[in-house]
């Protein structure tokens, strides 16, 4: 083996070994310190990475929860309040129980209820589609039907119904991500309190247009007439842009405003038939020798 040689590899080697040593120093007087606790968490959480929490993933939400010194401003809607309770564990804090919620359509503006006008030959996107014009119907704040949301939804909680021409929420898999709330361009998805039995009751309407354009345009529009609005007994209703708006916190599922509804906007789920009352025919009286005229 030559001289040459032997100095080469004796060279290169120490070359390696001071860079190794450089590196290792740099690592370590740079190196960033995690708190362990946040693996622990991104453990506990159920690593759907949807967003509904408000940050970009499970990690994110993690390193978050860490940084906090209470939890009232955080919740993995997905994981719900047992999650919440395990993370709030973790790191030796007081969880906020919050109700479970469900995604819910505000527009009924089926095939039926709602006639086409046109017809869109542009992309079947509910966002390029809003971008370019109101829609195929005379009600420019109903359902595009392109099924943005049905795209975005990481659960499979979301399908097309052929014969509405709708999307339709499955409960069961729902989780309140509101990815669909942020995907459809007409702000038409609501996250409501889940009630008992999962009973709802909403408006199933946007349009703010006033009560005969409204009501030209859809069959079951709000026409913001109002009668809802008087007749709810916990203060459970606002008007607002000639449209009636239901607050799932406040409403006791009572049903009186589905009755008063002129246009049967507003819609009622998983309640028992109504009961009908028989109609009491008043019995014909004979008339006295009193009820004769005096002349």
Known sequence: ???????????????????????????????????????????????????????????????????????????????????????????GLEAVQKAPKVAVLRCNGTCDHRPKTNQFDGAKSCSAASSLYSGETACAFGCLGYGDCVDVCDFDALHMNPETGLPEVDDEKCTACGACVDACPKDLFELRKKMPKDRKIYV???????????????????????????????????????????????????????????TNSIIEVNFPPRKIKPEQVAEPTSAGPDSTDKA
């Open 204 to 262: 199933a309407c946007r349009n703010e247009d006033k009560g005969a354009a409204a009501k030209k345009a859809c069959d079951v529009a709000c026409i913001g007439c109002s009668k809802c609005f008087k007749e709810c007994p916990f203060d459970a209703i606002t008007m607002e842009n000639n449209l009636a708006f239901i607050d799932s916190d406040k409403c006791k599922l009572c049903r009186k405003c589905v009755t008063v509804c002129p």
């Open 1 to 91: 083996m030559s001289i040459t040689l032997i100095y080469t590899v004796v060279v290169l080697s120490a070359i390696g070994i001071i860079a190794a040593i450089i590196l290792y120093y740099v690592s370590q007087k740079f190196m960033v310190h995690e708190d362990p606790r946040i693996d622990q968490i991104e453990e506990a959480l159920p690593s759907a990475n949807c967003g509904g929490c408000g940050y970009a993933g499970c990690r994110a939400f993690a390193e978050a929860c860490v940084e906090e010194n209470e939890l009232s401003s955080l919740f993995c809607p997905v994981g719900g309040n047992e999650c919440m309770n395990e993370v709030a564990n973790i790191l």
